[in-house]
């Protein structure tokens, strides 16, 4: 079979024999990558796996068992009816690109390089995970989100090879050499070199950093680079299946710590083999505290840069806002001036970074009141919360500061005497790594989280969604 014929594509890859030759050249280099660094075992076990087949909206995916090498890694760009125009910046008006315009060759780059390298980063996080899944229904979720990161990366490493040329080819080498946490060559962005090697931050990832990347591929998706917004437009159909997993993970925790409390004796959760809702809360204390550092500087000229060019746009652009120049306005925002803070206004275009971040933060609270309700129906009285945006931060105009959860500024002496009560101890961590025994027989679960409401694809929970060699 050849390549053409191997990667299911719509971007007539058949025909493009410089496009093709570059592909197969990355292609073992992409598998050797995916076979050193991918899911530590499971490799030849057979996967209940969707495939990403076509970009039809109602029926762009098939369901069979897959060995994962075997995945077949496609590459899709969302159709466009008609002409497409510029949306948004200065340019606002003007024609789509269909090549890079050259004054914006660099900045380019460096977009989908940032957004490329988090991809490989998370299945390389994840990759000790397999052998303390709580259910197969859960294993083969994580290698389904596994095989689309990979996806997710051919789409990125396609953009690079096709537009990008020499300079281009570097960067796609470069995304397998570096290395999730290696400290000669980490991963670009910090949180993607933290480990993620229990069940509980799998779940907080998904939640909280994948939603990171749905707000950026979302704010790509309008960009007047327009593969750029057709290959991200058609990763968010994947991606919302990885926030799905994070979201009713950490609810089917929820709900089995509620359910744990109240049998009981003394209301501790851990007492019956669970996970405590303190715990939970410190998880999302850590995880959402570490995603809100991803939107960038809240004051940024970055930020302005991207959509001054038309290159990255706000949330849902053409849909909810009127005005895509954004010159006028301006935002009001809390700045830290002499230890305190003091709300200042900041022109529009430098606060973009600050305006996605709203928009995530609404969206991470509309989980936790989902949450608070699971926990409420049980009959247990404890709320969970995010914390505010300010809290634990090392990035932007927020760190070096400290704050307690309802964002208001404190001693650095305050935060670490409440710090074992706020975040993650080494205690809790050993104690929730203690929980991850795997429970690999079809129907069962492990006793700190409960099953899901459905299966996969209209099969029950109690498919065998991995067979493991018996
Ligand atoms: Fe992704
Ligand atoms: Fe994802």
């Known amino acids: ?43 030849q076990n057979d996967i209940y796996l969707r495939t990403a087949t076509s970009v039809d909206p109602k029926g762009w995916a098939t369901y069979d068992y897959v060995k994962m090498p075997d995945y077949r890694w496609g590459i899709f760009l969302t159709p466009r009816e008609g002409e497409r125009s510029v949306n948004f910046g200065d340019v606002a008006g003007s024609k789509a690109w269909e090549e890079v315009p050259g004054e914006l060759r660099g900045i380019l780059r460096r977009i989908i390089v940032t957004q490329a390298d988090t991809e490989p980063a998370s299945v390389e996080q994840q990759r000790q995970l397999g052998k303390t899944a709580p259910s197969l229904y859960d294993l083969r979720n994580l290698f389904q989100v596994n095989v689309e990161e ?183 925002m809390s700045v830290p001036k002499d230890g305190k803070l003091v709300s200042e206004t900041i022109p529009l275009r430098n606060a973009l970074n600050e305006v996605l971040r709203d928009e995530y933060v609404a969206d991470c609270e509309r989980a936790v009141r989902k949450w608070n309700h699971v926990i409420k129906k049980a009959g247990v009285s404890f709320e969970l919360a995010l914390p505010s945006r300010r809290f634990n931060r090392s990035m932007g105009i927020y760190a070096g500061m400290s704050f307690d959860l309802a964002g208001s500024p404190i001693t650095k002496e305050a935060f670490e005497a409440k710090r074992a009560e706020w975040l993650p101890s080494a205690e809790d961590r050993a104690y929730v790594r203690s929980l991850m025994q795997p429970v690999y027989e079809p129907g069962k679960i492990a006793n700190w989280i409960a099953p899901p409401k459905t299966g996969v694809n209209g099969q029950p929970f109690e498919f065998e969604y991995v067979k493991l060699a018996r």
């Not at 598998?31 to 499971?42: A, C, I, L, Q, V």
């Open 1 to 43: 079979m050849s390549l053409s014929d191997s990667i299911p594509n719509n971007v007539d890859l058949g025909s493009d024999r410089k496009l093709l030759r570059a592909l197969e050249k990355w292609q073992p280099n992409f598998r050797s990558w995916w076979m050193e660094m991918g899911p530590d075992g499971f490799q």
């Open 150 to 332: 990979g996806r997710h990366l051919w789409a990125m490493v396609h953009l690079l090879h096709q537009y990008f040329g020499r300079d281009g080819r570097e960067e796609a080498e470069g995304l397998l050499e570096r290395r999730s946490g290696d400290a000669d060559k980490p991963r670009i962005l910090q949180t993607f070199n933290e480990t993620t090697d229990e069940w509980l931050s799998f779940f907080c990832f998904t939640m909280f950093t994948d939603r990171d990347g749905k707000y950026q591929l979302a704010a790509l998706s309008e960009s007047g680079f327009d593969p750029l917004a057709r290959a991200t437009q058609f990763m968010l159909t994947e991606e919302s299946f990885h926030l799905f997993c994070g979201e009713t993970g950490i609810e089917r925790i929820v709900q089995r710590s509620a359910e744990l409390t109240k049998q009981d004796p003394n209301g501790d959760a851990r007492d019956q083999g669970g996970v405590d809702l303190p715990t939970i809360q410190r998880w999302i204390n850590y995880w959402f505290s570490s995603a809100v550092e991803l939107f960038g500087g809240e004051i940024s000229s970055n930020a302005a840069d991207y959509f001054a060019t038309g290159l990255k746009g706000r949330y849902r652009e053409m849909a909810k806002y009127e005005d895509h120049r954004a010159l006028g306005d301006s935002y009001e």
